[in-house]
């Protein structure tokens, strides 16, 4: 028992070393946090996303991303695109893409008119593997955002994806 127990621990506490990466047909699902402009600032967006394996180096997506700040005001971006991973190396645990995500948002600054436009962002990023099942991503890109005021800005996500 006592060797079954020491063996359980090890196999929990050694790395990935072998994690295998989702691939053709599988379904995914991400929550992040992104870096989203609205009335000009900076708030932190969380989000939500679906992506599909269309083959082993490409996932289509889309994702929901919400802002809010008392002093500055409310926007919300529904957004497809997809990435390409140019570098895949589960038996590494890591993956490197680039992407793009077009789609629409609307922004309503604090006593301001509520306005709606295109969003349109590129970049790449990373993915680390801990399993078939489960890896965490960063990624910077840049966007061109045009509810409200047109502006270009950087934007990072910072996100966890589980799955199916």
Do not use: C
């Amino acid at each position: 028992m006592k060797k079954i127990l020491v063996a359980a621990l090890l196999t929990l506490s050694a790395p990935a070393a072998f994690a295998d990466a989702p691939g053709q047909g599988d379904i995914g699902l991400n929550f992040s946090l992104s870096a989203a402009p609205v009335n000009s600032t900076a708030v932190v967006a969380p989000g939500l996303g679906a992506e599909y394996w269309f083959l082993d180096q490409l996932s289509i997506l889309g994702r929901f991303n919400f802002a809010t700040q008392s002093n500055v005001g409310t926007s919300f971006a529904l957004l497809g695109g997809a990435d390409y991973y140019l570098v895949k190396k589960p038996s590494e645990n890591y993956g490197l893409f680039v992407g793009a995500l077009l789609g629409f948002d609307v922004t309503s600054p604090s006593g301001g008119n509520s306005s709606t436009g295109f969003d349109l962002q590129a970049g790449g990023g990373a993915d680390y593997y801990f399993s078939k099942h489960f890896s965490a991503r960063i990624s910077e890109g840049l966007a061109l955002a045009t509810a409200g005021n047109t502006l270009f800005y950087f934007t990072t996500n910072l996100g966890l994806n589980v799955y199916f």
